[in-house]
C-alpha cells in the first residue's frame, strides 16, 4: 500500500456535465419577476462541474475508504458490533412495511402491529421484564424515558427523591440522562475487583435516593455477582434498580435482568438487536419494566384483544406520554423481529455463549502481553491497560493508531474512565476463531513492537489512507465543505 494516492477533492472543469435537463418549456420571465430583486443571483452557483464517471469514481472511492463490519473485525467495546444478518433489510425492505403509513387505522395494519406486539414479548422474554415499549429511539433516549417513569412513580406516591446513583464504571449517558431530568448524581466507587462496592452503596442511599443506575455485566465485562444483594439494599431504601442493557449479549438467554430485581431496562436493539449502527442511526432502545411501572409507560400502547386482532391503547392516565413520533424507529424493530425469528430460542442462547467465549479465548491469549487489571475471566467484553506500554512511551491510543496499519477497527478507548490507558475490546459472537486469532497476532505483534522499538508505533497509521488528524483542530476546526468559495 505504498502507492497511497493523494486526497483530491477538486473534480471540477469548466461546463462539464453529467446532466442534461430538458429544454425549459415555459418562460423564465415569471420567476425573476417574483423573486425580489436583491435576493436573485448575481452569478453562477459555484457547484462542481463534473461528468457522471468522475462523480461514480469519486463516491465509489470515498467508500472504499470506509471501515464497516462488512469489510472487516470491528472490536469496539461497549458498542457491539457483530455482523448483522442481510436478511434483517430483506424483510425491513418489503413492501408491505415500507408502504404502510402511521396515520393509516390500525384495522388496516394488523400484521406490524402483530409484529410489533411480538417482538415486544419476545424481548420481555429474553430480558424477564413483563412490560415493553418499543418507542424510544436509541440507549440514551430509553435512559431518559426511565428516568421520566422513576419520577412519576415517585410522584405517584407522594415523594420527590432527588438522587439518582451512578457506579464510577457507568457508560457516560447514565449520568446525563439523570441529570436531565434534574437529578444529582452521586457516584458510587467499584471495589477492587472492578465491582459495585455494596458497603459504599449503602452508606450513600437515603430517603432522598430515587434510584440505582447500575450495568451488568458492567463495563469493565464483569458480572455483579452481588446483584441479588445490591436491588434487595436499594428497594428496603424505597429506591428503584435501573439496569443499563445496552450491551445485553453475554446475558441472552442464560440469564434475565427482571429476574434478578431490576425495575427498569433498556436494550439496544442497534447493538445486541442486529441492526447496522455507527453512523449515528436510527436505532432503537425500547425499555422493559415491572408490574408496578405499567401504567407510566409511553402511549399508545399495542394491545392484543381477545379476537387475536391488535389495537393501540391510548387511554393511561399516569403515563409519561410520547417520547417519540408515532410509534419510534419500527425499520430498526423489523431487523430485531426478524434476528430472532432467525437465531429462535438455542440460538439466542448459542449466540449469549459464544459472545462470552470469543471475549475470553482473545483475553487469554493477550493476557501474557498486555495488563488485563480487572477479572480472572470476563463476559462479553474485556479491558485492557497499557500501563507497562506507557512506561515505554506508549499510549492506549499509539496501540489503536497502530492496529488500524493491520486493517482493523480499534478498540474503544479510554473508558471505562476507572482504568488506566484502557482499551475496551468485545469481539462478538459473529467472528470466526480465525479472524480472532489474526487480531490477536497483531496485537501481540505490536506489544513486541514497543518493547524493541517503541518509536514505531508513535507514527502510526502509517499505511491508511489518511495519518492521524491533529484531534483538537479536527473537532475544532473541521473542513465540511467542497473548495472554499460554496
Ligand atoms: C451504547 C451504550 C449506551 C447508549 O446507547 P445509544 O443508543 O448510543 O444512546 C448506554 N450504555 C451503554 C453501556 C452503551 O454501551
Redesign the pocket.
Known sequence: MDNIEPLIFEKSAPNRRCFIPPVCDVSEKPITHFIPQKMQRKQKPNSPEVSEIDIVRHFTRLSQMNYCVDTNFYPLG???MKYNPKINEDSANLEGFTRLHPYQPTEQCQGILKLLYDLEQMLADISGMPYITLQP???????LAGMLIIQAYMKGRGETRSKIIVPDS?????PASAALCGYYIESVQSNPDGLIDTKKLKSLLSNDTAALMI?NPN?LGLFEKDILETCKIVHDAGALVYC?G??MNALLGIARPGDMGVDIL?L?L??TFSTP?GGG?P?A?PIGVSKALETFLPTPRIEKSTDNSYTLNYDYPSSIGKVRAFYGHVGIMIRAYTYLLLLGKNGIIKAGENAVLNANYLRNKLSKYYEIPYGKTCMHEFVISAKKQREKGVSALDIAKKLLDYGFHAPTIYFPLIVEEALMVEPTETESRETLDAFADAMIEIANTIVNTPEAVHNAPQYTKIGRPDEVTAARKPKLKWGNNC
Open positions: 461497549s458498542c457491539t429511539a436509541a440507549g440514551a433516549h430509553g435512559e457507568a457508560h457516560g449517558t447514565n450495568t463495563t443499563d445496552a450491551n433498556h439496544n442497534h447493538k449502527h442511526g436505532g432502545g
